[in-house]
């Protein structure tokens, strides 16, 4: 199928002059006349009201326009409908956490708002409060929505009847997306009933619907520009109230207002990877055919809002299992609301779930390799259909091959390097392969260059870079001659860059954009007594046309019913565990990636080098600590919150399987984002306990763990 | 904790009354009613600039800049809301990501963490004077060429640092690149081709 592809040579990222020369324009860097700076102040108790705020002396500051809050808010449609958001900004006197915006200062400066800002007084009354998630695990909230609660099929606990079973309790904290753009919004009306936005978003078109409901707008009144994007891993798709409070303060001064958030910010309102208890029960004969599987999982969500991830999804497909019972529920915490991160609710339940099958595999006295082969499904037995497409069989042998997996010995602790533990793990990740609907828009200059449009994102991937290879696949015509123009709201629309479905949803509808344009052509040519496959400019001059215009909706269709879909991953890591200090250090990785069809190999490479990056830090260092008396996170920086830095980082060796899917969509291609990722925790920790016989089942895997941690073996 | 309310801290003194007040006692030359009524009127702001803002003479990429500006205004901040030029990123305000890196005298410096006003009669470069006659510097290319980040943010504040550490001698080897770019945070986690980037601008040896 993907022989009509005829990709060009490996592609430098499209938009990689403007990034590199700082040319890049970001939202919070357009210039706009009037500007105004806006800082906000935030709530300092946890739970209860606001019984004062003054806000006269921050008023009276030099330079300061506005001071916004619930005392003086313009009347915002979407709020007062019973509909809205149950946490709006500047709406009550209701404090739902500790760092809830409870004003902002706008003034002429930064410099002039953040002084001001902090001359504006708070009296509140403190309600009883509960952010402890460990201590509230009997707390659970069930879902709402019953696909996402209990799962059976065969039966329940079957494990618990196993020849040989494991049983464990698996433990994740709080992550932060922490993206390193800082998270904001530069918003102004042109008229009443007329808004511009420049925001940091993962969906133009969400950002653009959302604005729109919530200030009573037609959508079309609503502009959104969001072309460069510094980095989202899910934090920016959906528009936070602190957005909404700056576009209600740009109407209150008239003026274009910036909002531009600190660190500590980015901690407490835009979201965050939820805390997680999972238990998991793993059954299997003595030759190690899995025979049942339990998994139970509770995360942690806001008091005001559920907020629920699907933990527990890998569980119920990824291994031949007939028995498979899973549950899963919510603790509501006075939080703020988390939302999906890289590889939402899969790398949570991956860490678990591939831990586990490490320890049953251990306890079978098998290679988890061969394990794992052994337990590979045919076909999806949750959906009961075919896998449009899974390799993972050569995807163990090549990542094997490549880290030297016949150098790990199965009984741990047997390698070292002075004082060094070595061990070897593997993982496997997962996320759904999807085609949404897209509409790209496709002019055809009489020069022969090529502009696509549609309103897609790009957070970093290089969505541009393969829509561009993928159209000069179809047309046959040079890459450098094709732009690809998105993160715009008035253009054709597209699905929002979440759920690892940009290149397959937009691509689909880029391949098929051209191929109606290439029919056209091809109709012109002939109408004009050319060839057939005359060049493009020659044909646009024959019939004397300034250019061709074609305007294309595509998505999936009965395939996506027929048919299981996924992208796969399989993570290859070697650890070395200093034995006296603890110490985890990554040393060599290898991830393979089977994700159909590669359009654009060097971005691609990128985005799994990213996730195992991304991974290492799940792994290893990142937990946002919460100081339950207070309700706040006591590490709310870059300083106190380690995110892997270069040092910490090996060469990663990425291999991809390649081939395409025959099913998803005309290129063959599936999403990487997610999988990049998914996985790669439990990597680290089966390496760990290869290295040093301890079994660290609470990330992050911090030094105090494994010296605490004695050897099982 | 029903009981625990917690009070309004005390009123800090508002800037108007810090203005009246110091005119006081520093302006007595002047007509002292005159101040206080101008204060009154609003024409605070006016007197703010001329007491509060001081004279900075600095070369950014080149070009001299005779500017007036507040002793809090970060270097960083200037750069990017004074002079536009945005290519210098602001990741923490802490000096603690390397997103907002910049040559000040040739040696890489956290304009976020440095005053505008410490850097008088300086010579300041930030990634729009990389390159000249459109030209890429050459880190500029090899960044482009290995594919050494994803959304773009911090590679600015990486350039200007990747640049900086072969100066100083430190990009001798893979570990010790490493260890000398490790002040600049990349979330979307492109540090190994960011080593192969500069490893490969190391070994051409020409001057940068």
């Keep these: ?713 | 904790m029903a009981d625990n309310k917690e009070k309004p801290g005390t009123p800090s003194p508002g800037r108007r009354n810090f203005l009246r007040d110091s005119t006081l006692i520093t302006a007595l030359s002047l007509t002292p009613g005159a101040v206080l009524k101008a204060a009154s009127e609003k024409a605070d702001e006016r007197f703010a600039e001329l007491f509060e803002k001081i004279p900075l003479r600095l070369t950014v990429n080149g070009q001299a800049h005779a500017l007036s500006v507040e002793p809090r205004v970060t270097l960083l901040d200037l750069l990017r809301e004074q002079l536009k030029l945005t290519g210098t990123k602001k990741g923490c305000d802490h000096g603690q990501c390397g997103a907002c890196t910049v040559h000040v005298d040739g040696e890489r410096v956290n304009s976020c963490l440095s005053l505008a006003v410490m850097n008088e009669g300086k010579e300041v470069t930030t990634i729009e004077g990389l390159a000249r006659e459109g030209e890429l510097h050459p880190m500029q290319a090899a960044f482009i060429k290995h594919d050494g980040f994803q959304c773009g943010y911090c590679t600015p504040g990486q350039i200007m640092s990747a640049i900086a550490c072969i100066r100083e001698g430190h990009a001798r080897t893979r570990d010790e690149i490493r260890e000398y770019m490790s002040g600049n945070i990349c979330r979307c986690g492109a540090y190994p081709h960011i080593v192969d980037a500069i490893e490969e601008v190391q070994k051409t040896g020409g001057k940068i």
């Design chain 1, 1 to 713: 199928m993907s022989e009509k592809f005829l990709f060009p040579d490996d592609t430098d990222r499209v938009d990689g002059v403007a990034k590199v020369t700082g040319k890049a324009r970001y939202f919070a860097e357009f210039d706009l006349p009037g500007l105004t700076y806006a800082v906000l102040v935030t709530s300092s108790i946890t739970k209860g009201r606001i019984t004062q705020l003054n806000t006269r002396n921050a008023a009276r500051a030099p330079g300061v326009l506005a001071v916004v809050s619930h005392l003086n808010r313009p009347v915002t449609a979407g709020y007062e409908s019973k509909e809205g958001p149950a946490m709006r900004i500047f709406y009550t006197d209701r404090i739902f956490f500790n760092g809830q915006p409870v004003a902002m200062v706008v003034a002429d400066t930064f410099e002039r708002a953040t002084h001001a800002a902090s001359l504006v007084e708070v009296g509140y009354e403190k309600e009883a409060f509960n952010t402890d998630f460990d201590g509230s695990l009997d707390q659970v909230k069930k879902p709402k929505n019953p696909a996402q609660g209990a799962y059976q099929r065969g039966e329940a606990d079957a494990y618990k009847q196993a020849a040989v079973s494991v049983e464990a309790t698996y433990t994740l904290p709080v992550e932060t997306h922490n993206p390193m753009e800082l998270h904001g919004i530069l918003a102004f009306w042109n008229a009443a009933d007329k808004l511009t936005v420049y925001a940091k978003t993962q969906g133009v078109k969400a950002t653009q619907g959302t604005l729109a409901r919530t200030f009573g707008l037609p959508a079309e009144n609503v502009q959104v520009f969001s072309e460069f994007v510094g980095g989202g891993f899910g934090m920016a798709l959906r528009t936070w109230p602190l957005e909404i409070g700056t576009v209600m303060a740009a109407k209150l001064v008239g003026r274009p207002v910036k909002l531009v958030i600190t660190r500590d910010q980015m901690f407490t309102m835009v979201g965050n990877r939820p805390a997680a208890w999972q238990k998991i029960g793993l059954g299997a004969s003595r030759n190690g055919r899995l025979t049942g599987i339990t998994h139970h999982s509770l995360a942690q969500s806001s008091v005001y809002e559920d907020f629920m991830e699907n933990i527990t999804g890998m569980s119920k497909f990824m291994y031949g299992c007939e028995n498979v019972n899973t549950t899963s529920g919510i603790v509501p915490l006075d939080l703020s609301v988390p939302i999906w991160m890289r590889g939402p609710g899969e790398a949570t339940g991956a860490f678990a779930l591939e831990s586990a099958i490490d320890e049953l595999a251990f306890k079978l006295n098998m290679d988890p390799l061969d394990f794992r082969v052994l337990n590979d499904p045919e076909t999806d037995l949750e959906k009961n259909k075919p896998f449009s497409d899974k390799n993972l069989k050569e995807a163990y042998k090549r990542g094997a091959q490549a880290i030297g997996w016949k150098n790990r010995v199965q009984r741990p602790a047997q390698l070292t390097e002075g004082d060094w533990q070595i061990g070897y793990g593997v993982s496997t990740g997962v996320f759904g392969a999807f085609r949404r609907s897209a509409t790209v828009r496709a002019v055809l200059n009489a020069d022969g260059s090529l502009v696509l449009q549609s309103a897609a994102s790009d957070i970093g991937p290089g969505t541009a870079t393969g829509m561009v290879r993928i159209a000069a696949g179809v047309l046959g015509i040079p890459a450098s001659s094709i732009t690809f123009e998105l993160g715009d709201s008035s253009l054709p629309p597209a699905p929002s860059q979440g759920g690892s479905s940009t290149l397959s949803t937009v691509g689909a509808a880029v391949n098929d954009v051209c191929l109606q344009l290439l029919g056209n052509l091809k109709e012109l040519a002939v109408n004009a007594g050319l060839k057939a496959d005359a060049p493009f400019a020659d044909i646009l001059k024959k019939n004397n046309l300034p250019y061709v215009e074609v305007t294309k909706e595509s998505k999936g269709g009965a395939e996506q019913a027929k048919y299981s879909m996924y992208s796969f991953s399989i993570h290859f890591v070697q650890v070395k565990v200093h034995r006296r200090t603890g110490v985890v250090k990554v040393s060599r990785i290898v991830s393979v990636g089977d994700a159909g069809k590669i359009v654009s190999p060097k971005t691609a490479k990128s985005q799994m080098v990213g996730g195992a990056v991304g991974g290492m830090g799940m792994a290893l260092t990142e937990e946002a600590v919460l100081d339950s008396r207070y309700g706040r996170y006591i590490n709310n920086n870059f300083g106190d919150y380690h995110v892997p830095v270069n040092a910490d980082v090996p060469d990663i060796e990425v291999i991809f399987i390649d081939k395409p899917d025959p099913h998803i969509n005309p290129m063959g291609a599936k999403g990487m984002g997610e999988i990049a990722l998914t996985g790669f925790s439990a990597a680290v920790a089966n390496a760990v306990f290869n290295a040093t016989g301890k079994r660290i089942r609470s990330l992050p895997i911090t030094p105090d763990k494994v010296l605490q941690e004695t050897a099982g073996v």
